[in-house]
């Protein structure tokens, strides 16, 4: 019987240290998008994140706040993500964990063999 996805991922998924900087054209799995975006987004750096988002990229807060591709970051975490849950077909991943003590989601789209957040859901 075939392990779950979620553990099939974590065996092969580096959770720290990815040292090529992120470009859109590098980006080829849902995990190395996951990974990138993670440290990207810890950093602040809006550079290595404007290629992993979508052109209609949406950020989801607590308390109704919604945040566009050229707002994100909201603000810096102080946690790194611990991802509990993750799905992925050919053409949508879905990861799902906590940081800073608050569930957050992320989910992706593959187009044309390219991985984009399409979506981030932070709870309150």
């Known amino acids: 019987m075939a392990r779950p996805v979620c553990q099939r991922i ?9 040292s090529p900087p992120a470009t859109f054209e590098t980006v ?53 993500f611990r991802w509990t849950r993750l799905e992925v077909t050919p053409a ?6 906590h940081r800073d003590g608050v569930a957050c989601t992320v989910v992706a789209e593959c187009r ?3 991985w984009r957040i399409v979506n981030v859901q932070r709870g309150s």
Do not use: I, N, Q
């Open 10 to 18: 974590s065996a092969r998924w580096p959770m720290f240290g990815y």
């Open 92 to 97: 949508v991943g879905v990861a799902s964990g």
């Open 28 to 80: 080829e799995t849902f995990e190395e998008l996951l990974a990138r975006w993670r440290d990207a987004d810890a950093g602040g750096d809006t550079g290595a994140l404007a290629p992993l988002l979508a052109d209609g990229f949406r950020g989801d807060g607590p308390a109704g706040r919604v945040l566009g591709k050229a707002d994100w970051p909201g603000r810096p975490p102080s946690a790194a």
């Open 112 to 114: 044309d063999g390219r």
